[in-house]
């Protein structure tokens, strides 16, 4: 079974530029998450997607940071523009009841 | 707000000793908990989970861990680590019937030396 896919790997901006990451989940997986994982801390919730319906966007900076997931399987996550301290991985993972699968990230670094 | 907090940041073990990592949360309800491991170059995968029952869970590679609903904890362990443990370990929670979301913790490195 082919695993939760995320493009670019790896993405290098200055600041206020714009850039965009793209996932595609586990074919079947409605649900889907991005979260945010700062260096030296655990992975934190952007957007949780069921469908392509928002369900958690709370902690989504949403001056700067969007995502839409058109058609219910692939999702794209948008910063315009970036900020220094959003040098992150942006981590997709998409979920089956009682378990969520991850992609391998998007490493961003904004000089 | 929920919280999952864990207590080492790095730990350097030789292989053959035994490994425990401490995981406090906190949430005064019901939660599912579990513990992921990232090892180097890969992406985050699932070591095992507690949802109910049995509070002593088995994993793969040989971890296990205990929930202590008293104390708040789901402590990781493994009897004799190896030299390719050496990975990053978070520890997560989720609140059943929310958002399905997980709260992670701050993760622990785990260095294993041959």
């Known amino acids: 079974e082919a695993g939760v896919a995320q493009s670019p790997r790896y993405k290098i901006i200055e600041k206020r530029q714009s850039v965009a990451f793209w996932c595609n989940p586990i074919?079947?997986?409605?649900?889907l998450y991005w979260y945010q994982q700062i260096l030296g801390q655990g992975p934190k919730l952007l957007i949780q997607?069921?469908?392509?319906?928002?369900?958690?966007d709370s902690q989504l900076p949403k001056d700067r940071f969007s995502a839409e997931r058109l058609k219910g399987v692939d999702s794209t996550l948008k910063i315009q523009p970036a900020k220094l301290e959003d040098s992150a991985v942006y981590l997709c993972?998409?979920?089956?009841?009682?378990?969520?699968?991850f992609g391998p990230g998007t490493r961003l670094t904004v000089l | 707000a929920q919280s999952v907090s864990q207590h080492n940041h790095h730990v350097i073990l030789s292989e053959a000793a035994s490994l425990e990592l401490g995981c406090n949360y906190s949430?005064?309800?019901?939660?599912?908990l579990f513990w992921y491991v990232q090892y180097p170059g890969q992406h985050l995968q699932l070591l095992l989970k507690?949802?109910?029952?049995?509070?002593l869970v088995k994993g793969i590679k040989g971890f296990e861990a205990e929930f202590i609903k008293s104390k708040f904890s789901f402590n990781l362990r493994k009897p004799s680590v190896q030299w390719s443990d050496t990975a990053e370990y978070f520890c997560?929670?989720?609140?059943?019937?929310?958002?399905?979301?997980?709260?992670f913790g701050q993760g622990t490195t785990l260095q294993v030396k041959p």
């Open positions: 993972a998409s979920s089956i009841p009682g378990e969520q699968f």
């Open positions: 074919s079947g997986h409605a649900t």
């Open positions: 997607f069921q469908n392509n319906g928002v369900v958690d």
């Open positions: 949430y005064g309800g019901t939660v599912n």
């Open positions: 507690y949802f109910s029952g049995d509070p």
């Open positions: 997560a929670v989720n609140i059943p019937g929310n958002t399905g979301k997980l709260i």
